[in-house]
Antibody, heavy 121, light 108 residues
Framework: QVQLQESGPGLVKPSQTLSLTCTVS??????????WSWVRQPAGKGLEWIGRVYISGSTNYNPSLKSRVTISIHTSKNQFSLRLSSVTAADTAIYYC?????????????WGQGTMVTVSS | SSELTQDPAVSVALGQTVRIICQGD??????ASWYHQKPGQAPVLVVYHKDKRPSGIPDRFSGSSSGNTASLTITGAQAEDEADYYCTSRDTSGNHPVFGGGTKLTVL
C-alpha cells in the first residue's frame, strides 16, 4: 500500500526558507487521480491546508500563504516538495504531506507521519 | 477563521451514540470528509464522500449531510474513539480544501 514520508530540517532560522520533501512509496506519484498536498498543524491547534500539486505540475495554494509557498512535483523521484519562504515563529508546526483523492472521494486518504519544524534563531 | 465550523468539544458516555457536527455554506454543494487524530499521531480518514468508510474503519462510524451541515455519528462509542475529529470539504469557491476547527471527543 502507498505510504508517504516527510523529510527535511527540523530547525529553520527566522526569515529563511523552510524546505521539505515527501517521498511516495508503494505506488506511483504519476496518477491523475490524486493531488499531492501539504498540511500543517501548530502545537495544540487545528489543521491548516497549505497547498497541493497535480502530476501536470499545476498548483493551488491557501490564499493566506500563497505569496510565500511553492510546491513542486518530482515524478522521476516519486517525490513532491514544499518551500515556504520568509518564515517566522508562527510557521512552527508539524508538517504533514497527504494524498487527496480527487476521483474516488474528495478526501485526504493517506497521510505521512508528519515532521516537526521549529522556526528559531 | 475557518469556513467550516465545529463545536470545540463534545463528550459521550461509553457505549452511547454521539454526533459531531460541521457547518458551512460550501457543504450545500460539496461532500464532507471526516478524520480522527489521536495525540502524537497523524489524522486518519474515517468517512468520505458524505457517508463512505475506508476499509478498516468500524461500521459504528457513519456520515450524513443536510443543507449546510455535515454530521459524523459514532454509534456505540468506544474508549479508543477518544480523539480530535476534523471535517474537511472544499471552500465556497470550490477551488481548494478547508478544514473545520476540530472537535475534541471525550468518552466518559
Amino acid at each position: 500500500q502507498v505510504q508517504l514520508q516527510e523529510s527535511g530540517p527540523g530547525l529553520v532560522k527566522p526569515s529563511q526558507t523552510l524546505s521539505l520533501t515527501c517521498t511516495v512509496s508503494g505506488g506511483s506519484i504519476n496518477s491523475d487521480s490524486y493531488y499531492w498536498s501539504w498540511v500543517r498543524q501548530p502545537a495544540g491547534k487545528g489543521l491548516e491546508w497549505i497547498g497541493r500539486v497535480y502530476i501536470s505540475g499545476s498548483t493551488n495554494y491557501n490564499p493566506s500563504l500563497k505569496s510565500r509557498v511553492t510546491i513542486s512535483i518530482h515524478t522521476s523521484k516519486n517525490q513532491f516538495s514544499l518551500r515556504l519562504s520568509s518564515v517566522t515563529a508562527a510557521d512552527t508546526a508539524i508538517y504533514y504531506c497527504a494524498r487527496w483523492d480527487r476521483t474516488g472521494g474528495d478526501a485526504f486518504d493517506i497521510w505521512g507521519q508528519g515532521t516537526m519544524v521549529t522556526v528559531s534563531s | 477563521s475557518s469556513e467550516l465550523t465545529q463545536d470545540p468539544a463534545v463528550s459521550v458516555a461509553l457505549g452511547q451514540t454521539v454526533r459531531i457536527i460541521c457547518q458551512g455554506d460550501s457543504l450545500r454543494y460539496y461532500y464532507a470528509s471526516w478524520y480522527h487524530q489521536k495525540p502524537g499521531q497523524a489524522p486518519v480518514l474515517v468517512v468520505y464522500h458524505k457517508d463512505k468508510r475506508p476499509s478498516g474503519i468500524p461500521d459504528r462510524f457513519s456520515g450524513s449531510s443536510s443543507g449546510n451541515t455535515a454530521s459524523l455519528t459514532i454509534t456505540g462509542a468506544q474508549a479508543e474513539d477518544e480523539a480530535d475529529y476534523y471535517c474537511t470539504s472544499r471552500d465556497t469557491s470550490g477551488n481548494h480544501p478547508v478544514f473545520g476547527g476540530g472537535t475534541k471527543l471525550t468518552v466518559l
